[in-house]
């Protein structure tokens, strides 16, 4: 059975640095690797998608890589912003099964 | 325009009540699922359905029952509520692509905070 975590549970950081968010899964047999971001009292917005076959993914400040063989994922986010101040969410899709299991996220503080 | 839109938004009720939760897509996909969000931030499938057709059911109680009158909707349907039944559910649709490395990028919804009492 697939299991996701994310570490650290909660992070805080001042606003301008960079940060790395983790996660690993159990199961290397994923078809592809999504991060979410999720807003108090709004839905999931997906960030990034990484297919099984590719290393990394880049959209504006965000950065997000995978090492399937290891079971690992990072987020990288560049020069955060108050505005990146959210829960993220990593979320494998099985091989096969086509359902997408999340870890329980991170949630990002960026202070001013 | 909202593409993924849950109905309502918060919804609190006694045990024992029969309650149940909307969803509607515009997206023009063909698949949408129903995601429970507990207490400890775990989200979980519930269900999945492709044109209509129920291909996703994990173990979720016969108090849960789906319905999807037609691709754009997919109703959540709760029979005898229970306090552990308290969570934020989330609908969610995308594009069924079926074999190989899929897309399966998903678009959620706002997500309906239901509590038990």
């Known amino acids: 059975k697939q299991e996701v975590t994310q570490i650290p549970a909660a992070l805080s950081v001042p606003e301008g640095e960079n940060l790395v968010l983790n996660c690993s899964f159990t199961d290397s047999a994923i078809y592809n690797l999504q991060w979410f971001r999720q807003d108090p009292g709004k839905g999931l917005t997906s960030l990034l998608l990484i297919q099984s076959s590719q290393r990394e993914q880049t959209s504006g400040r965000l950065n997000a890589s995978l090492d399937k063989s290891s079971g690992r994922s990072t987020l990288y986010i560049a020069a955060s912003q108050p505005g990146d101040s959210a829960t993220y969410l990593c979320?494998?899709?099985?091989?096969?099964?086509?359902?997408?299991?999340f870890g329980k996220g991170t949630k990002l503080s960026v202070i001013p | 325009d909202t593409a993924v839109s849950q109905t309502p938004k918060y919804l609190v009720t006694q045990m024992g009540n029969d309650k149940s939760i909307k969803c509607e897509q515009n997206?023009?996909?063909?698949?949408m699922y129903w995601y429970k969000q507990d207490s400890k931030k775990f989200l979980k499938i519930m269900f999945s359905y492709n044109n209509k057709e129920l291909i996703i059911n994990e173990t979720v109680p016969n108090r849960f029952s789906p319905k999807s009158p037609d691709k754009a909707h997919l109703n959540l349907h709760i029979n005898s509520l229970e306090l552990g039944d308290s969570a934020v559910y989330f609908c969610?649709?995308?594009?069924?692509?079926?074999?190989?490395?899929?897309?399966?990028?998903?678009?959620f919804g706002a997500g309906s905070r239901l509590t038990v009492l």
């Open positions: 997206l023009g996909h063909d698949t």
């Open positions: 979320a494998v899709t099985g091989a096969g099964s086509y359902q997408l299991t």
């Open positions: 969610a649709s995308s594009q069924w692509t079926g074999g190989g490395a899929g897309a399966n990028v998903l678009t």
